[in-house]
Structures are given as C-alpha cells and as structure tokens.
C-alpha cells in the first residue's frame, strides 16, 4: 500500500519536482540545487576566473533549450563578474571543477526574475541549467597583477608573476587552438612585456625568466608564421636562439621562415642542424625535403634566366 502511494505521488509531481529530490541545496536557502552528473577534479573554480564552458538552459516540460553553447565547436572564454550575468550560474560555477558536467536549478531570484524575458522566457520561471567545465584559468590573479604599477609588480614574489605570465600563454595557446592568432599574439606579448619589466637581482632569478622567455618567442615565432609574418617569425626564432642555441623547435621555425622568405640555404642550415639533434624526427625531414626541392627549383629557374639573357646577348651582338 505505502509502494502505490509513492509510485502516485511521484505521478503526479512535476519533472522540476522530482527531480529536487536527487539534487543539494548550494546556499541552504533552496534557491540553488545541484545535481552532480560526472564528476571532476583539481580545485573549484576560483573568483574572478574565466572559463570555458558549454551550458543549456531549459525551462519545465521543454526538452528544447532555450540557449545553449553546444552548437559551438569553440565555446568562448567567458569572465566571471563581466560576462556570466546569471546570478544563479555565476555561483553554480564557483562549485565545480576542471571536466565536472553538473545539473543545476535556479530559483527566479537567482535567474530571471519576476519579470522573466520575454518572450523565452515567462515570469517567475525556475529554469534547469546543464553545465560542463572544459576549462578555466585563475584570470583574477592576472587581472590584480596588470592593475599594479611596474614599481608594485617588481616587489611581488617572482613565482607570482611567473604564475601569471603561465595563465597568459595558456590564454594564448586557447586562441592559438581556435585560430584567433592576433588574439594570441597579444596574449603572448603581454607576457613578454610583464617579463620585460622585472627588475631581476640575481642570477638565479634571471635564469627563471630566461626559461620562461623561451616558450613565449617560440610560441610567437610560429603565430607570426600562421600571420603569413615570416620576418617576424625569424625574429622570435633567433630570440629563442640566444636563449638556446641548440633548441630544435626554434631551429625549425627559423627554416620554415627562411623557406617562406625564399632564403634557401639559410632555411637548409637550420633544419641540418636541427635534424643533427633529432634524425628521426619525421616534420624536420619532410620540410628539409621541401626546401631542396624549392631550392632546385630556384636555381633551376635562374639558370634558365641566365640562359636566355645569354641568348639574347648573342642575338644582338650578331645583329
């Protein structure tokens, strides 16, 4: 007899309704309740932190969001604060973590309000969110760094600024991953110049930085080659040469500058000491073939060139 007045009183409750019995309560008021569908790991996600994420809002009795990121290959980075003006999710983010995909349900106080948003969304509506963390960076910590003078940031700890030129490049290597390379760039160059500014002490200190300098030119040496910039390109790959003379990457992006500045020889003197480093290494090869080839070519086309200058020469001292 209990088992039927269960199974009825569960027939007769709202999706929304059964579904608060599986969920917690976020702040103990009921306005937030969470239901952790896979969970993630590391840490929460700090305040101020910008994240990626994709999410789907749905009102009761819908199975059709009525916004959703899914759509997108590349969700965009999004700040708390500034760019998540939902109250209710700004919070629900701040208890996940890296990979977590939870379900959430927002009171209107902590959603759209009495007033709703016509014409999606009615007044007073709960509404269920889905929310997956891809990822996020700890951007508050850079945005209180930038905010100092260079006079503040020379007397923070080097590890806290090494710790933001890392969040910086991660920055970078995300817009680098979805071709917004100019985004990247700038990100990279931010970097550069918080590293520029550092009034160093010490040789240990300076070694830090040197370490940290070389992912930086090695990143924008190859951001300026997909900027069809080879000049600049080579100017960050010498730069991460006078770092590390012998560091291959930078040795490769060189030869792929000097390929695409038709400067042969110079390309063919990089990749040959690069492959010296990594004989097996099947991108150096292929493009150290690729050069021989551009460059047999180019001497084939001045030759024919030489040729016919030579031809019309006798052509015209017979006439």
Do not use: W
Not at 63 to 81: I, S
Request: with cysteine; net charge neutral.
């Amino acid at each position: 007899m209990i088992h039927t007045e269960e199974r009825l009183r569960s027939s007769t409750q709202s999706p929304f309704e059964q579904l608060r019995q599986q969920m917690d309560d976020v702040l103990g008021d009921g306005g937030i309740l969470k239901e952790v569908v896979q969970s993630g790991e590391g840490p929460p996600v700090p305040q101020n932190a910008s994240v990626l994420i994709h999410y789907s809002g749905f009102l009761e009795y819908s199975d059709r969001p009525f916004e959703t990121t899914t759509n997108f290959k590349y969700p965009r980075m999004m700040k708390l604060g500034r760019d998540v003006t939902l109250a209710g999710l700004e919070l629900g983010l701040l208890t996940m973590q890296k990979g977590e995909f939870s379900r959430f349900l927002f009171q209107p106080q902590y959603a759209y309000g009495e007033m709703g948003c016509p014409p999606f969304i009615p007044s007073s509506a709960v509404v269920l969110y889905e929310v997956q963390i891809l990822d996020f960076l700890d951007s508050g910590q850079v945005d209180d760094f930038i905010a100092m003078s260079p006079e503040e940031q020379n007397t923070v700890p080097l590890l806290t600024l090494l710790e933001v030129v890392k969040t910086l490049r991660s920055f970078g290597n995300r817009c680098f991953n979805q071709s917004r390379y100019d985004n990247a760039k700038d990100r990279y160059k931010q970097a550069l110049m918080l590293l520029g500014n550092r009034e160093t002490l010490s040789d240990a200190e300076k070694e830090k930085i040197k370490m940290d300098l070389l992912p930086l030119y090695l990143n924008l040496s190859l951001t300026e080659l997909r900027l069809d910039s080879p000049h600049k390109a080579l100017k960050y790959g010498n730069k991460a040469l006078e770092i590390d003379s012998a560091n291959t990457k930078a040795l490769f992006r060189c030869g792929q500058a000097y390929l695409e500045l038709h400067e042969y020889e110079r390309a063919q003197a990089c990749l040959i000491t690069a492959q010296a480093k990594k004989p097996f290494d099947s991108d150096i090869n292929n493009l150290l073939r690729k050069v021989a080839i551009c460059y047999k070519d180019s001497l084939d086309k001045q030759k024919d060139m030489y040729s016919k200058m030579f031809r019309d020469l006798k052509s015209l001292v017979k006439m």
